[in-house]
């Protein structure tokens, strides 16, 4: 209204004009990841204040600008007033930066252009992955890695190395010596060696440190390698018989995942000639990968005895030794007793006795046939054999038991035949012998005659009970006669039952003691398996008997100085002998006298006489 008012009336109007100070801010080049500052000067040159009513970035601007500081808004700025505004820029990248800062007031708005350029230097490496694929161990594979600088500034590069955790079989094999520079577009080569030392997937990394920070290059690879596999890793051929053989195979394998060449499959040096190759390859043989060789060992043992060795097998992937171990054994079969003799064997009765059999090898043996061979005696028979057929344990035994049981008095034989699968023997045989025996009873003498025996007197007579068999005799009774004479007894008899062996004797006394005069008569009977026994046994009891004839001598006148002579009869009708143990003609002198007088005590035989004569003077 003022200004209309002031136009009306023909006075002039007021003038508003503002000025920047610079006209535009230009930053120049800024490194990326720093900032600048610069500030613009707004001046009222104008005759009335104005009101600057916003301060901001134009459309369009760069986000690397912005308002560092400016003065609140709305804000009254007085003709001939200033303010400043700071803009501070803070490039992203290299690049160029554009835009301007706005500036609105109630005179004349002010527009203040702004520039800049991005300082930076950027890291760019090609390829990110180096990826060697298989190479076989022991080679080598080279790949290069291209450092560039794609930034508008000059790259420092500070290190070029192996990252952690990679595989030693990684190597920078060529590379700028660090630190060095490169400028804006410049490249540089990294050579990357891989030498796998055996197979495997590798991996790793190499990093290049710079002042616009690190890039990775991943690295990869497989290692190829021929890898030599055994299997099993030994041989035990366990027990094997000798003049036998068996045949064990092994498998000679690539593990690996390169190819694999044999040079050389053998027996070591030393190792027993009971272990040999059967049909070996030809050699050198080249397995691929996965492929198996197999290789056959034979073991023929010789002897009983343990057998060692190795088997060398030689590739370009290292040697491989397989030991081997073998026992030679054998089948021998042992026979205790080597013949069986049951000896004298009662007849009627019977006796067993036991064939072992025994392997005394060092192999199992088999026991396939046992028995009796045609021909032989039915006395001899086989119990309990065993179940056929028979495995036996080194060491093991087995035991066939033999009876034998004869029917009369006589040898017996047999043969047992034992088969195995002994080699050396296979047919064992043993022979069985036995004598059927009966005891036989002798009496010696088989009668006893005792004579006379005077009566109340007695005599003891002995005879002799003797085993002339081959078997034992046993004497079960031994007694008198029942119907015999009372005056018999046995003296002392031994305990009953009694054994004879053969040829043994036994003595038995027989007492007789006549009673009264008269013939005695008996027998002792002796009973036994082998038969009754009978002993006559007799005497006579005795008792002498005296008669004198005459009973009188009369001799009748005998002149005086002269003698005369009578004969007196002394007479034994008994039966045992007399004897006349005084002769004597009573008390005081007497005329008579004993002529040729006898010794005393006079004999007198029974049933005889003597004569005495008798003198008279």
């Known amino acids: ?13 007021p003038v508003t004009r503002m000025a920047a100070a610079p006209a535009g801010l230009d930053f120049g080049a800024v490194r990326v990841g720093s900032d ?7 001046t009222n040159s104008g005759d009335t204040p104005v009101t600057v009513q916003s301060i901001a970035l134009g459309g369009g601007t760069s986000g690397a600008f912005s308002i560092g500081e400016a003065p609140a808004t709305p804000a009254l700025l007085p003709a001939g007033g200033a303010f400043s505004v700071a803009v501070r820029y803070a490039p992203a990248d290299a690049a160029s930066d554009l835009g301007d800062l706005a500036i609105l007031t109630t005179g004349a708005d002010v527009t203040v252009p702004l520039s800049g350029a991005g300082l930076m230097a950027r890291l760019s490496v090609a390829p990110l992955a180096l990826d060697f694929g298989p190479v076989v161990a022991g080679g080598e594979a080279l790949l290069d890695a291209t450092i560039e600088n794609t930034g508008n500034t000059a790259l420092e590069v500070s290190s070029i190395a192996t990252g952690p955790g990679t595989s030693p079989d990684f190597a920078i094999a060529s590379s700028p010596a660090t630190p060095f520079s490169l400028d804006p577009g410049g490249r540089a080569a990294v050579t990357v060696r891989y030498a796998p030392a055996d197979g495997g997937d590798d991996e790793g990394s190499v990093e290049v440190v710079s002042a616009a920070g690190t890039a990775r290059v991943v690295l990869s690879g497989r290692g190829l390698m021929p890898r030599l596999l ?25 593990g690996g995942t390169a190819p694999l ?10 190792t027993d000639p009971a272990f040999s190759l059967v049909a070996p390859p030809a050699l050198p043989r080249v397995l691929a990968p996965g492929e198996g060789q197999a290789v056959d060992v034979r073991y023929a043992p010789a002897l009983v005895w343990d057998d060692f060795g190795r088997l060398a097998i030689r590739s370009d992937a290292g040697e491989a030794f397989v030991p081997r171990a073998g026992r030679g054994v054998d089948r021998h079969i042992m026979v205790a007793p080597g013949a069986l003799d049951f000896g004298n064997v009662l007849v009627g009765g019977t006796a067993a006795d036991s064939v072992e059999i025994i392997n005394a090898g060092t192999a199992s043996l088999s026991i396939t046939s046992i028995g009796l061979m045609a021909g032989g005696s039915p006395d001899l028979a086989l119990l309990n054999v065993p179940s056929l057929p028979l495995a036996l344990a080194p060491g093991g035994r087995a035991s066939v038991e033999v009876a034998y049981a004869p ?30 025996v009966l005891p036989a009873l002798t009496l010696e003498p088989n009668r006893l005659s005792f004579g006379n025996v005077r009566t109340g007197r007695s005599e003891v007579f002995r005879f002799t009970i003797r085993n002339t ?36 004797e036994q003595m038995i006394a027989v007492r007789y003691t006549p009673a009264a005069p008269g013939a005695d008569t008996g027998a002792v009977l002796i009973g036994t398996p082998a038969g009754p026994g009978r002993v006559e046994i007799a005497g006579n009891g005795v008792a002498p008997e005296i008669d004198v004839a005459p009973l009188t001598l009369n001799f009748g006148d005998v002149r005086t100085g002269r003698s005369a002579s009578l004969f007196l009869t002394i007479g034994n009708p008994g039966s045992d002998i007399l004897l006349v143990s005084a002769l004597g003609f009573g008390a005081g002198d007497s005329p008579f006298s004993l002529r040729n007088a006898p010794s005393l005590p006079l004999p007198v035989p029974a049933q005889g006489e003597v004569i005495l004569e008798v003198g008279f003077a």
Request: aromatic content about 2%.
């Open 1 to 13: 209204l003022r200004l209309v008012l002031r136009a009306v009336l023909g006075e002039p109007l």
């Open 36 to 42: 600048a500052r610069l500030r613009v000067v707004l």
């Open 230 to 254: 055994v299997t099993p890793g030994s041989l035990d051929f366990g027990n094997v018989l000798t003049g036998d053989s068996a045949v064990l195979s092994i498998e000679v394998a690539n």
């Open 261 to 270: 060449r044999l040079t050389g499959i053998a027996m070591e040096i030393g």
């Open 407 to 436: 029917a009369e008095v006589g040898a017996d034989s047999a043969v047992l035949e034992i088969r195995s699968d002994d080699p050396a023997t296979p047919r064992v045989e043993v022979a069985i012998s036995g004598n059927g």
């Open 469 to 504: 068999g081959l078997a034992v005799l046993s004497v079960d009774t031994l007694a008198l006669e029942p119907s015999g004479s009372p005056d018999f007894a046995l003296e002392g008899p031994p305990a009953l039952p009694f054994s004879l062996d053969p040829g043994g």
